[in-house]
C-alpha cells in the first residue's frame, strides 16, 4: 500500500455515535475510546495526515450524538492524546423522531429491502431535518480552512449539503455504511425527501459505499431524481464534480490474526471444545435484526439434519444473538420466533447428551468470539442483506491454522470480495443444507487452499487500506478538477480531426453552442466561440442545427460561413445561398395542437406558446408549479393520443414540449448533408432530446457527444456547455499548428 502525506490539515469525524465513553479514574473522569474497526480507520487515515500524538495540535476532532448525561462533564474530560470529542445535544422528542423514527423505522427497512417495514411519518422527516441542522451547528463552530470533514452513514444523509452551503470551499467525505438500494426502493420515498436526501449526499466531494453495485444503484437514482451528467463515476454539478466509488470496509487484520493464540483465547476455545464432546461446530454471531436471516439459517440447519441423519450427534450450532432494540415489538416478535424455533429443532432432534444448537441471547466479549471463531468448523453467515458484514472477514482473520470454512449469503457486500467462500442465497433452504454438508466434509487441502485465498485477501485489503483508499480518492479528485469533465479520449479525438481531410461538425444551438437561458430570445454564444467558428469553418463544413427558427440563426451567425438547419431540419441554409425548405407538409394540425397548448398557458403563469413556421412550441421554464415536470408530460401524452391529419412528433426537451411534423428531423437532414461529400471525420455534439436523432443515424464511427445528463444513444458525454468551447478551440488549435 502506496504511502503518502495529505494536504490536510485536521481531520474532523462526524457520526452518528461518539465511540468513547468517560470513565471515572483516580485523576478525575477520562475519555475513553472504543476499539472497533472505525476507530482504528481513523486513526490510521489521521497519520497519513500527519496527526500524531507528538503532534497535539492536529488532534482528531469527532462530532457524535451523546447523551445528556455528558453535558455535566468538564469539558477538559473529553479529550485525550488523540481525540477531541464533540458532543452533539439535541431535544428528547426531536431525537426519538430522528434516530427512532426516519433513521431505523424507515431508511433501515427500506434500504434493506424490507418496504413492508417501512414507516414514512412527515413528522420523522422534520425531526430528521432539524438533527442534521444540529450536527451542522456543531461543525461549522468547529470547521477551519483546510481541514477534512469526513460525514458517516445514513442518519446523516442531509449533511454534507448542509455544510456545503454553509462553508462552500469545505472539503468533504461521506461514507454509507449500509446497502444502497435500487432506484425501484428510492422511488417508494415522497418526492421530496428522495431530491432533498440524494442531494444531501452529493454535498460532498467523495462519496463511499462498499460495493460496485451499491455505486451503480446510487448513480441510477442521482440520475433520476436530479437530472445530472454522470460521466465514469463522478457526477458533474456546474461548479464541482462529486467523486462516487466503491472502499469495501474491512478489519485490523493483525489484531484477529495474532489475538487467537493469547492464552485466554486457547483456554476458552478448549473450554468450548470439552463442552461440546469435540463434536463438529458451526457458528454465527449476529445482533438481533430482521436483516439478518437468522429463521432462514435455522430452517436450513433444520433441513440438514433432516435429510443427513448420519450427522446426528456429531455437529453443533452454536447461534448466538447479540441484544438489540428488544424493547420495540417487531424485535420481540422476531426473538419469540428465533426462540420457538430452536426449541422445535431441538425438540425434534435432540437427545439427553446432545443439543443441536446451543442458542444464546447475548453479548461476547472478545476473548469468547476469538475462541469460538478459532474453534468452530464453519462459519455461518447468512444475512438476507447486509452492507458489508464484518463478521465474515473476523473469522477469516482469525484462522491462522488456515482451516474452517465459510458459508456467506451472496446478499452480504463481503460476498463480493471473498468469492472463495461457499456463497449461497440465505432463503434456500436446500442450498444452506447442501453447503453445510460440502463445509464439513471438505478436505482439509481444499480448506487450505480456500482460506489461504481469503485471508490474502483481507491482508491487502484491511481496513487501513479502506481509510487509505478514501484519502487517496481526494488527491485523485483534485487531479481529475483541472481537466474537462468528459470520457471523450480528447487527444486521439484532436488527432484524429487534425489528420482528416474532410471533416463535418454537427452542432446544436442551446445548451451546446450558448447556455440555456430562462428567455430564448436573450440566448447568445460568446464572442471568443464564434471566432473559434470562423476559423474552423475555413477548413471544416459546420452545420448548426437547431430547433430555433431562421431569422433567429441568421441573425445570430450572419457573418461566419457555416450551414444552417432551423426548427429541426425543416429549413436547410448553406453559406452565401438562400433558404430552402426541407419540409412540405401542411399545417391543419397547427390550430387543434396550440388550443391544447393554450389551456396549459392559462393554468401555468410564466408558461408561454412559441410559434414556429413548422412547430409549436410549449416553453414552461419559467412557470412555478410544483409539479410542472408532471404537467409537461401530461400535455405530451395528451398530444401524441389526438389522431391529425398526418403524423406528428412531440418532443420533451429541455423545459419545452414541442410539435412538429414527423418527416423531418436533426437526423435526416445530417444524413441529407452526409451523403453529400465523403467525409472522413464526422462529430455531432447536442444536448436534447431531438439530437438523439442525429447520434442514432450517423455511422457508428461519428463521434457523438451528449452535452450534460440524460440517456443517449451518443458515444461519449461532455458535462458541462461551457466544455464545448474548449473542445472545438483545441480543434481549432490542431489545425493552426498543423
Request: charged content about 25%; aromatic content about 10%; glycine content about 4%.
Amino acid at each position: 500500500m502506496k504511502t503518502f502525506k495529505s494536504s490536510f490539515k485536521r481531520l474532523l469525524i462526524v457520526s452518528y455515535r461518539l465511540p468513547f465513553s468517560i470513565q471515572q479514574t483516580n485523576e478525575g473522569p477520562k475519555l475513553h475510546q472504543n476499539s472497533g474497526g472505525l476507530v482504528s480507520a481513523v486513526l490510521s487515515m489521521a497519520e497519513q495526515m500527519g496527526q500524531t500524538q507528538e503532534n497535539t495540535a492536529r488532534k482528531i476532532h469527532w462530532i457524535g450524538h451523546a447523551d445528556t448525561s455528558l453535558q455535566q462533564v468538564n469539558v477538559s474530560a473529553l479529550e485525550n492524546d488523540t481525540f477531541v470529542a464533540h458532543p452533539v445535544f439535541m431535544d428528547e422528542a426531536v431525537h426519538k423522531g430522528f434516530y427512532e423514527g426516519f433513521s431505523n423505522d424507515l431508511i433501515w427497512p427500506l434500504f434493506h429491502y424490507f418496504p413492508s417495514y417501512a414507516s414514512f411519518k412527515e413528522t420523522d422527516f422534520q425531526s430528521y431535518q432539524q438533527a442534521n441542522t444540529r450536527f451542522l451547528e456543531e461543525l461549522t463552530a468547529l470547521i477551519e480552512p483546510g481541514d477534512l470533514v469526513w460525514i458517516h452513514d445514513f442518519q446523516l444523509m442531509l449533511l454534507p449539503d448542509l455544510v456545503r452551503q454553509a462553508v462552500p470551499d469545505a472539503t468533504i467525505g461521506y461514507f454509507f455504511h449500509i446497502p444502497f438500494p435500487t432506484y425501484e426502493i428510492i422511488k417508494l420515498l415522497p418526492r421530496t425527501w428522495r431530491h432533498k436526501l440524494i442531494n444531501g449526499i452529493i454535498g460532498a466531494d467523495v462519496v463511499g459505499f462498499h460495493t460496485t453495485d451499491y455505486v451503480h444503484h446510487f448513480l441510477q437514482s442521482v440520475s433520476d431524481v436530479l437530472d445530472l451528467p454522470i460521466i465514469e463515476q463522478r457526477i458533474v454539478l456546474p461548479d464541482r464534480s462529486v467523486v462516487v466509488n466503491n472502499f469495501p470496509i474491512s478489519i485490523d487484520f493483525h489484531k484477529f490474526n495474532s489475538s487467537g493464540q493469547e492464552a485466554a483465547v486457547v483456554d476458552t476455545r478448549h473450554e468450548y471444545q470439552n463442552l461440546l464432546r469435540h463434536n463438529k461446530i458451526i457458528f454465527s454471531v449476529d445482533r438481533l435484526d430482521y436483516t439478518k436471516g437468522i429463521i432462514y439459517r435455522l430452517q436450513g440447519f433444520e433441513w440438514f439434519l433432516t435429510q443427513n441423519p448420519d450427522w446426528h450427534n456429531k455437529v453443533t450450532f452454536v447461534m448466538t444473538v447479540v441484544p438489540s432494540r428488544d424493547k420495540i415489538g417487531q424485535y420481540q416478535e422476531l426473538k419469540r420466533e428465533i426462540e420457538e424455533t430452536v426449541g422445535r429443532i431441538n425438540g425434534r432432534f435432540g437427545t439427553i447428551g446432545w443439543r443441536p444448537i446451543v442458542y444464546s441471547y447475548t453479548s461476547l466479549n472478545f476473548t469468547e468470539l476469538m475462541a469460538l471463531y478459532t474453534v468452530c468448523d464453519i462459519a455461518l453467515i447468512t444475512p438476507i442483506r447486509d452492507g458489508m458484514n464484518l463478521v465474515c472477514k473476523e473469522f477469516v482473520a482469525s484462522r491462522q491454522d488456515q482451516k474452517g470454512v465459510l458459508i456467506l449469503s451472496e446478499l452480504a457486500g463481503a460476498a463480493q470480495e471473498l468469492r472463495d467462500a461457499l456463497i449461497i442465497n440465505p432463503t434456500d433452504t436446500q442450498e444452506v443444507a447442501d453447503a453445510i454438508r460440502q463445509g464439513l466434509t471438505m478436505p482439509a487441502d481444499e480448506q487450505e487452499r480456500r482460506m489461504m485465498y481469503l485471508r490474502k485477501h483481507l491482508q491487502n485489503h484491511n481496513v487501513f487500506r479502506w481509510s487509505h483508499d478514501f484519502l487517496t480518492a481526494f488527491n485523485d479528485r483534485m487531479t481529475a478538477q483541472l481537466h474537462i469533465e468528459t470520457d471523450l479520449p480528447i487527444q486521439a479525438f484532436v488527432d484524429t480531426f487534425d489528420e482528416a481531410r474532410k471533416r463535418l461538425l454537427l452542432l446544436d444551438f442551446d445548451g451546446t453552442l450558448a447556455p440555456i437561458v430562462n428567455n430564448p430570445a436573450d440566448a447568445r454564444p460568446s464572442k471568443s466561440l464564434k471566432n473559434t467558428l470562423r476559423q474552423l469553418a475555413e477548413r471544416s463544413d459546420i452545420v448548426v442545427i437547431s430547433g430555433r427558427n431562421r431569422s433567429f440563426l441568421e441573425k445570430t451567425f450572419v457573418d461566419i460561413p457555416v450551414h444552417l438547419v432551423a426548427e429541426h431540419g425543416a429549413f436547410l441554409k448553406k453559406p452565401d445561398q438562400p433558404w430552402e425548405r426541407l419540409d412540405l407538409s401542411g399545417d391543419d394540425w397547427v390550430h387543434s395542437v396550440r388550443s391544447t397548448m393554450t389551456s396549459f398557458v392559462e393554468h401555468f403563469p410564466g408558461s408561454f406558446i412559441e410559434e414556429k413556421e413548422t412547430a409549436l412550441v410549449w416553453h414552461y421554464r419559467m412557470a412555478e408549479a410544483e409539479d410542472i415536470e408532471g404537467q409537461a408530460t401530461e400535455l405530451a401524452n395528451q398530444l401524441r393520443k389526438t389522431l391529425f391529419s398526418i403524423p406528428l412528433s412531440v418532443i420533451q426537451g429541455h423545459k419545452i414540449v414541442e410539435v412538429k411534423a414527423a418527416q423531418h428531423s436533426k437526423g435526416t437532414v445530417a444524413m441529407l448533408i452526409f451523403d453529400q461529400k465523403p467525409y472522413d471525420f464526422i462529430v455531432s455534439i447536442g444536448d436534447d432530446t431531438t439530437d438523439e436523432d442525429m447520434f442514432r443515424q450517423l455511422p457508428n464511427w461519428s463521434y457523438t457527444i451528449r452535452v450534460g445528463a440524460g440517456q443517449s444513444n451518443a458515444r461519449y458525454r461532455l458535462a458541462r456547455q461551457q466544455d464545448v468551447e474548449t473542445i472545438l478551440q483545441r480543434m481549432n488549435d490542431a489545425l493552426i499548428e498543423a
